[in-house]
């Protein structure tokens, strides 16, 4: 039993290692099963018996990097609670888009959430990129006890909202060449989630 859990881990892991290079010489689009089935140097058959799809096979590569940004914000690692709320969310937000950028394949993944198709690779993915806007909520309720969880997720949501587009932009040449010397992302982010901070800001005072 155990020599077979141990090939089944060592086929999944040359898997796993031919679609991660296959992906990041050709990228995702133009990489099929058959190339990375040939790649592993194993059956097609074996590469839908361990990730089911493409997309999964996609999850998969990404699920390990993405566990360790969110229990990094689950610790709070990086985000001063006493700086400015649009600063503690870029702190928190920072490090997935520089992964993102890094990895558009995951990028689009992500941003895709309702289209792809639900699997045990894909559920996890999608579960700890959900918890991102629990992070972000929870940062605002920090700043503002009086605020209701719907409320918390809204202002989240919005925060989110320009998150996903400095990605969209990132990956988009004609949108970086339509707009000359655009500003990095990081940036862009910090310049976008200061606004809406103040905007959150503006209404709560307004509330009051």
């Not at 969310?89 to 995951?106: D, H, M, Q, V």
């Not at 990956?171 to 992302?185: C, D």
């Amino acid at each position: 039993m155990k020599l077979r859990q141990t090939r089944s881990r060592q086929t999944r892991d040359h898997i796993l290692a031919a679609a991660r290079d296959l992906f990041s010489r050709q990228g995702y689009e133009q990489t099929s099963i058959d190339q990375i089935a040939n790649a592993a140097k194993v059956a097609k058959s074996s590469v839908f018996a361990h990730f089911g799809d493409k997309t999964n096979l996609l999850a998969a590569l990404g699920l390990t990097e993405i566990e360790q940004l969110a229990e990094a914000g689950r610790k709070g690692v990086g985000i001063d609670p006493e700086a400015m709320l649009d600063t503690q969310i870029g702190a928190l937000l920072s490090p997935w888009l520089t992964y993102f950028c890094r990895e558009p394949a995951f990028a689009e993944l992500y941003l895709s959430q309702a289209a792809i198709v639900t699997g045990p690779y894909t559920e996890t993915f999608m579960r700890l990129c959900f918890e991102v806007e629990d992070q972000v909520a929870a940062l605002f309720t920090r700043v503002y006890p009086s605020l209701t969880s719907g409320e918390a997720r809204l202002y989240a949501r919005g925060a989110q909202a320009l998150f996903h587009e400095v990605i969209v932009f990132e990956m988009s040449e004609g949108l970086k060449q339509s707009r000359p010397n655009p500003a990095p992302p990081q940036q862009l982010l910090s310049q976008m989630l200061t606004i809406w901070v103040d905007g959150v800001a503006h209404g709560r005072a307004l509330k009051a």
